[in-house]
């Protein structure tokens, strides 16, 4: 029982080992460019070319978790373009990722089978620097901002005045993530005790450039007196108006 495990086993690696042999001594080879990146809702076109000369191809397609593009056959998914050149060559099989999103991130493998053997290659997909929309609100309590559809991971608000740099807790930040893999991040800074002269500034910092991608300048609103002192001012004012025309009349 041991003997013929082993036998099958030998029989396997010789069968991958000729087949490797046979890509090899024809030069069988996908290019492919190694990294893809791209922004949320950019579309992002993967090429792999075959490097030698025209062959009887049995199967060439893109998979991630799953075909996405063959060359010989239709495809149903309505966020990828396939297109398939077999003149002029080289043969090649283009992938076209439409509106990426960071769910769309990973490894995308291209594969070859011919009579000549199978072969396979790879492209990295990343997406970076997202931002769908953003805004602000302010009173004379807090400032807040807010950016919606926000990718890479890791970033952030930060808040100044001038030369003055805002850090926890004068602030908070809260974040959800969306279902494309997107986050939704708010921020309040509290300005009560800050200068109201003065504008506040938030800004999205993303750390895979080291640089704000959006920023607000918010002028605050400058407290209103309360109603019973405005309403004793305006009792002084009616005074001082009744006595000035008694004085005229006399």
Known sequence: MKGSTQRRVFGWVSIIWFT????????????????????????????????????????FSWHKNKSLCQYDSQHDDPKVKCEYIDEPLPQSLTLTLLNVMPSDQGKYLCKLRSRHGMTSNTTDVK?????????????????ECWFNGVYSGGGSVRWSQGELNFTAPAFYQKEEMDHHGRYNILSQLDVQKGNLNQPYTCSLWMPSTSKALCSHELHMVKKLKGSSESMVTLQWICLIMEIIMVTCMT
């Open 20 to 59: 490797a042999a046979i890509a090899v001594s024809h030069g069988l080879e996908l290019q492919t460019v190694s990294q893809a990146t791209a922004r949320c809702g950019e579309n992002v076109t993967l090429t792999c070319n075959v490097s030698s000369s025209r062959l009887d191809i049995k199967y």
């Open 127 to 143: 997406v970076q620097d997202c931002l769908e929309t953003s805004g602000y609100n302010r009173n004379e309590s807090y400032a």
